[in-house]
């Protein structure tokens, strides 16, 4: 087990590796931009690749026992979105003017940033990481989950071999070699901004550190089919964001609330994509290897196959079936099926009349997820906008699967990234992608124009003196 409170030798290293990175730091201060855009293509490639990108994703699920070998590998697309944004994208000098209002913007780097890898992430998280931080002309220091921590570290080892080769320090990317909690909290009480991706133990600590941090809330992300929705369509979606490396994203599809006319077509659907239909005595002995007995998600059924999962409950399922279907009622904390999952498992709830779909969006919202993601199949703009108004979520995504979409995609305008705000519903500072702009400070430069004050009759309306007080 390892140990609760960090040594002297272990603050003695956090403190050389943050001197070494203000060293480095204070080296690329005058890059221009050609030059750090010309990195941000030399890192993707380095590790994005589909040759390397492939083998780190691999070595990631060798090492952690967590995710699928044959969809991790995709999220190497992740990383073409990323540069594609960040390439399109000033991240020095003036990067915004709005005449009318006399304000220039001016981007500067944020400084030394501790950056919290998250376990089902290995690979993908340090290469996104680290083009927003070059881009900015910032440094990072990588703090490994131990179940992945020698993925993280070939990882960066890589990304430094390609600095090293154009010519720049180095120690602009770090990596912790020895992992723990109190070297993670040491690390980002010493840095200037934490981003911190992982769960919410990991995003508590980088929001205790004493410094800014950029932290994501859990996911339980909620589809809603209505009438309008073809059934065929949407369960291919639901299969391709749900089985995807073994649903560990928190962006995965959760929960599916569909109308009563078209639940018999939609459940058919989703078995002919490779859904298994669980049943009431198997749900019984699923909910009891996947929660404790206090509702806690248990650590054996994260991220593992289907048939594993079916396996450790004490059944079995058809080859070829990707993910569980859990027919479920009851929505509150004594149905952990509505909450987040994190695995290949989807509870499936049936509903009759529009506001009460609404109100188990509401319900399940309630149990967990606040903040994150709701996804809708339907071709009915009214039961979007009114979904739109009341989820307490920060991004809906219409007609698409869920766990590709709600990070960015080529087919649609949310920014690219592998990090995700869920606001103040999710006891995040931002409820945006985090993206560059999230990895720069902003100087507003304001200069005098013409004055711009309506009259007080204007401004107070009705009020205007009226009676004082």
Not at 25 to 43: E, G, H, N, S, T
Not at 48 to 60: G, I, V
Not at 62 to 82: F, I, N, Q
Request: hydrophobic content about 40%.
């Amino acid at each position: 087990m390892a140990p609760k409170v960090i040594t002297e030798e272990q603050k003695e290293q956090i403190a050389e590796m943050v001197a070494r990175a203000k060293v480095a730091l204070d080296a690329i201060k005058d890059y221009d931009q050609p030059k750090v855009d010309r990195l941000c293509q030399a890192l993707g490639w380095a590790v994005a690749n589909e040759t390397t990108f492939t083998r780190l994703s691999n070595k990631s699920i060798d090492e952690s026992g967590l995710g699928d070998r044959e969809t991790r590998p995709g999220k190497r697309t992740k990383v073409v979105g990323v540069l594609r944004d960040v390439l399109r994208q000033k991240s020095m000098g003036i990067i915004e003017e709005i005449p009318e209002k006399g304000i220039v913007k001016y981007a500067k780097p944020v400084g030394v940033i501790a950056a919290l890898v998250p376990v089902t992430n290995a690979a993908l998280t340090e290469i996104v990481t680290g083009i927003f931080t070059i881009k900015a002309k910032n440094v990072a220091i990588f703090a490994p989950h131990p179940a992945a921590k020698n993925t993280t570290i070939e990882t960066v080892n890589i990304m430094r071999e390609v600095l090293k080769r154009e010519g720049v320090p180095e120690d602009v990317f770090q990596v912790i070699e020895k992992p723990s909690i109190p070297v993670a909290n040491e690390l980002m009480a010493s840095c200037d901004l934490t981003v911190a991706t992982g769960g919410p133990a990991m995003v508590k600590a980088a929001y205790s550190s004493g410094k800014p941090a950029y932290g994501v809330g859990a996911g339980n992300a909620t589809m809603v089919f209505d009438e309008t929705t073809i059934a065929e369509e949407a369960a291919r979606n639901t299969r391709i964001s749900k089985a995807h490396d073994n649903g560990s994203g928190c962006s995965s599809d959760g929960n599916l609330v569909v109308e009563a006319t078209v639940y018999d077509r939609v459940l058919q659907c989703l078995q002919d994509e490779g859904g298994y239909l669980v049943s009431p005595e198997e749900k019984i002995k699923l909910q009891a290897i996947m929660w404790d007995d206090e509702r806690h998600r248990t650590a054996p059924t994260i991220a593992r196959a289907a048939s594993v999962i079916a396996e450790l409950a004490g059944f079995s399922i058809p080859e070829g079936k990707r993910f569980l279907i859990v027919p479920e009622t009851g929505i509150g904390k004594d149905y952990p099926f509505c909450s987040e999952k994190l695995s290949p498992v989807l509870a499936i709830f049936k509903y009759d009349g529009w506001d009460n779909a609404l109100r188990m969006v509401t319900d399940i919202y309630k149990v967990g997820g606040r903040g994150h993601s709701v996804g809708i199949y339907s071709f009915n703009d009214e039961h979007i906008d009114e979904l739109a108004r009341m989820a307490p979520v920060s991004r809906i995504t219409v007609r698409q699967p869920q766990s590709r979409a709600n990070s960015g995609s080529f087919n649609n305008g949310l920014a690219m990234t592998s990090s995700m705000g869920c606001g103040i519903w999710g006891g995040n500072i931002t409820n945006e992608n985090v993206v560059l702009k999230h990895y720069m400070q902003t100087t507003w430069v304001s200069r005098p124009i013409a004055e711009d004050r309506p009259p007080d009759e204007e401004i107070f309306g009705e009020f205007y003196n009226s009676k004082t007080y």
